[in-house]
């Protein structure tokens, strides 16, 4: 049988799928289905400091081949989710890469200063796609400079692996990449959601403005992953429109060392289990012993437009 797993930031996973960030709670929401060491690694939702109470409903909103979510980061916070969702993991022996985020730098610094490490937990994924408060709401992963900063900073309080989230919301994504590998970020997600907002025809409302996720995304995010696995030496997890196990290919053969499925979980609960299964089925007939001589197989073709 094919062997899928990889090696991340010197941790071996069983396989390369993820779950995008807050798409399977605290990992007990899952489990009636199927178990949580399914995944290679499990992402936290995005974890504040202290617990956050999100957005009023409507909070999903569903489009033709998209889904606008709108729960605004609501969290329990580290020390609930240490104390209450991580034994599970623990016992399971589920590696975890911890998301958080912070409505200012310092909210941040305070955030990942007090994740300490654990054998299970494989990295800190730094979420750049919230407000900054005290720059009047401006993104914070929009420009090179303010990524760099706070990746600076944060990797000064923390000794472990740190991946950036990136937004989409960019002119130049290798550029912001850069920023974040220069200032120490040891790997890359792209990408997070697409801002967008639904209205309501027979209410004439727009009840919902939220994150856009979904298939549509998938070119936009390969070619992404294309981009900054060519410019740069940095591992990368794609994320964007992952249904099943032949985007999880594309993914992976365009330079991805992993990937996190999201919207597909919410068609079907049964998605990522799928995918893991369809990916080791593609290699077994292809005659591909390990996933690594799978990984980046069209780098070489990759060509700027």
Not at 89 to 106: A, L
Request: hydrophobic share 45%.
């Amino acid at each position: 049988m094919a062997d899928l797993s990889v090696n991340l930031f010197g941790k071996t996973l069983r396989n390369p799928v993820m779950n995008a960030s807050g798409t399977l709670g605290y990992g007990t929401e899952i489990e009636p289905l199927w178990r949580v060491d399914t995944l290679g690694a499990y992402v936290s939702k995005g974890l504040s400091f202290v617990p956050h109470h999100g957005n009023p409903p409507p909070r999903l909103w569903e489009e033709k081949s998209a889904l606008i979510n709108s729960v605004g980061l609501q969290n329990i916070g580290l020390e609930r989710f240490f104390k209450e969702a991580f034994p599970l993991f623990r016992e399971r022996q589920t590696p975890v890469i911890i998301n958080f985020f912070g409505f200012t730098e310092e909210d941040y610094v305070r955030c990942a200063g007090a994740i300490r490490a654990d054998e299970l937990i494989v990295a800190l994924e730094i979420n750049l796609s919230c407000p900054n408060i005290k720059e009047g709401g401006i993104c914070l992963g929009k420009r090179a400079e303010d990524v760099f900063s706070i990746v600076k900073k944060v990797k000064a309080v923390t000794g472990l692996p740190l991946i950036a989230k990136l937004t989409p919301e960019v002119a130049d994504v290798v550029e912001i990449a850069r920023a974040a590998f220069e200032a120490g970020a040891e790997g890359i997600t792209v990408f997070n959601t697409f801002p967008a907002a639904a209205v309501d025809v027979e209410r004439m409302s727009l009840p919902v403005r939220g994150g856009l996720s979904g298939p549509f995304l998938k070119p936009m995010a390969l070619r992404a992953v294309a981009d900054i696995t060519s410019a740069l030496p940095v591992a990368v997890i794609g994320t964007g429109g992952i249904m099943d196990d032949r985007d999880a290919l594309a993914f992976l053969m365009a330079g991805a060392a992993a990937v996190q499925v999201g919207t597909a979980t919410f068609i079907d609960p049964y998605a990522i289990p799928k995918i893991i299964r369809g990916i080791g089925t593609f290699m077994d007939a292809h005659a591909v012993d390990r996933l690594n001589q799978i990984i980046g197989r069209t780098r070489a073709q990759n060509r700027a437009l």
